[in-house]
């Protein structure tokens, strides 16, 4: 089965594109989602990352993810380090997962994807991209964060310029009518590549 990598920058709409491809039958894996699962139930990230962040990174319920993500903001080394012990089992998770999928292609949608070379273990990689403006506007809407907040995120994230010449695809998502015909056209391709 073809894995197709699906990324794109904080609120460009790569959660609400990866939809669009399930809706059309492609099975969809959410790293971010399924990160934070097996950050939740699997005791050796547990044990890692109270050795590296102290006792407080996890509560009863699970991750304190406000203490890690206060602890990692503004320290890429500590991020690395978070990264290194939760990323290897993510991509174990997937590859047990896509397995099991019985599909022409499926997507795996992850928030970072070149910047980490996990997009060389993709079949195609698709990129979402937004003006600036408006995906500061949709996690505005979303999450009530500040706007310089979002743009501390965006400026930790490889700017789209970068991402662009490595993509197959780019899915410029501003109006939803037009992103799913684009979602849909790029659905017939992949089932005949
Ligand atoms: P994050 O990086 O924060 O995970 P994301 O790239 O996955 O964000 P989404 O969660 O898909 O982005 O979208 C962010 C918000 O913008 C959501 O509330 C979503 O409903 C909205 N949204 C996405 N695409 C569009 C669009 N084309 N028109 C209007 N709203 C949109």
């Not at 894995?3 to 920058?9: A, N």
């Not at 979402?128 to 400026?155: C, F, N, Y």
């Not at 010449?165 to 009518?177: H, K, Q, R």
Request: glycine content about 6%; hydrophobic content about 40%.
């Amino acid at each position: 089965m073809k894995i197709i990598g699906l990324t794109g920058g904080i609120g460009s709409g790569k959660t609400t594109v990866a939809y669009l491809f399930e809706a059309l039958g492609a099975p969809i894996y959410i790293a971010d989602i399924e990160a934070k699962k097996l950050t939740n139930r699997s005791k050796f990230i547990r044990k890692k990352l109270i050795a590296l962040l102290g006792e407080e990174a996890f509560q009863e319920e699970g991750i304190n993810r406000a203490f890690v993500a206060a602890k990692i903001f503004k320290d890429p080394i500590l991020l690395q380090k978070v990264n290194a012990i939760i990323h290897p089992r993510v991509q174990q998770h997937f590859n047990r997962w896509a397995k099991k999928q019985d599909a022409p292609y499926c997507i795996k949608e992850a928030a970072v994807l070149f910047e980490n070379g996990g997009y060389q273990k993709c079949d195609y990689t698709i990129l979402v991209t937004a003006p600036k403006h408006l995906r500061i506007q949709r996690i505005q809407q979303r999450d009530a964060s500040s706007e310089e907040a979002i743009k501390d995120r965006m400026d930790n994230q490889w700017p789209d310029s970068k991402k662009i010449p490595l993509a197959d695809f780019v899915i410029e998502n501003i109006t939803l009518s037009k992103t799913k015909n684009r979602v849909e056209h790029i659905h017939k391709i992949l089932l005949e590549v």
